[in-house]
């Protein structure tokens, strides 16, 4: 046992070194897990590469226990290696593919813009970076799935968006064989070693090369399937029947919570099952009203009332989705539109608000940013769980909760040709820190991208 504490907290020191480089960027919420994931996998590979390489020093050339002076200078110099020369180096990179992730998710899919390469222009710059300088295609260009920066280590190049009729359009062809050059380096095993660097931290949602070293070395598939099982609910081990019953749903939301414990500020107490006309979910919190702080932890209720104006059972098509995820098969409309208001309730769970009574004007404006990020972004919640949502275009036009107000918000969002991927960025962080914010956040919202 304690050796594998020991491994899980070498792998949570190097994470937390990746995760500040992730955290000190501005970037959608999505982003910035699917990033977090990627960063905590990549410690797990960088771990077991050091065990792996640890346990290939223990013996001497003739099979025989090294003298533990010997042993013991040899894993200082590899523990130097990993956490030192090579750390350094890997979180540089990290800091480079996490700003080029953040400022992907700004880029607008318009076609009054273009996307141009920037190196940082001083004599430092590679040669071969230095031919990619200036290069300009659109963000939808092939060049940008590959060569988008950082494309080496220490790689400072960057990405900016540009006005279609300031810069003339690159050759793509040319330019694809520019990265090609810029990326190619045969190393001692004939091998190309910095084909690893063709990569979009942006579009593909990671930190580091899919391709990186560490995932070559002996043990880390097993390292990979651990991650993914360790990362989501495993239904199967939840659900027994056809369907799971009220309480393996209760187990399965405790068991989320605890591997996702940043979705509940105070942990989750309670998960209720009620028969209410006045709510779908519900997410609850106690508070002392003498010091205004909450008292104890969250509470979840589904209401198993048939809502018939628009046919839904919210318990029960939670249930049946969960079923779904775990035969893994296609889940309905309705049951996919369940999980995104079980998300809803969570992003109320997962506020850092003070205990406050808002206006009805302050209510309606705070629901209305929740419901829209809910929408936007509760895919995520439900890969959680290993499943996939395939209705989030039905479910962002058509979604039952604040319907009318959700409708008015994005018709104005489109009127003043604003990227609703745009609001969402900015408008999650006023909804996870200050409800009492955010009619004052819209407003300012509305002023400064009003074209």
Known sequence: M????????????????????????????TMRNALQDDARLFGGLKTNA???????????????LKPFNQLSHEYDKLNIAYNKNYLEAEYEFAVGSSQMASKWSEFLDNDRYELQYRTAGDNRVREEHASLNGVTLPK??????????PNGWNCRCTVVEVLKDKFPTSDSD????????????????GKNRLE??????????VVFPPAHPYNKVAGAKTVEKQFKKESAVNLTNYIKGEFPTNKEIKNILKKYAELSPEDFRNGLDDVKFLKSKSYMMQHSMQYNPANGNWVGGSKISLSSHEFSSIKFNPLEEFRGGLSAIKKGEKMTFNQEYSFESMWHEILHAKTKTAPIRLSQIGTKNMEVVNQFCARHTYPDFIKKFGGEAIHQNDILDKGYGYQGWINDFRTKLKSFEIDEKKAVKDLMPSLMEDYSSIGRKINEFFITNTK
């Open 50 to 64: 050091q065990l792996f390489e640890a346990s290939k020093l223990l013996l001497d050339d003739k099979g025989n």
């Open 140 to 149: 939808s260009d092939p060049f940008w799935s590959s060569y988008t920066p």
């Open 2 to 29: 304690q050796s594998e504490k020991a491994y899980k907290d070498l792998i949570n020191q190097t994470f937390d070194a990746f995760n500040f480089a992730i955290t000190d960027n501005d970037m959608p919420e």
């Open 174 to 189: 040319k330019a694809i064989k520019s990265g090609e050059a810029a990326t190619y380096q045969v190393g001692k095993d």
């Open 196 to 205: 690893i660097f063709r990569f979009n931290p942006g579009a593909q949602k």
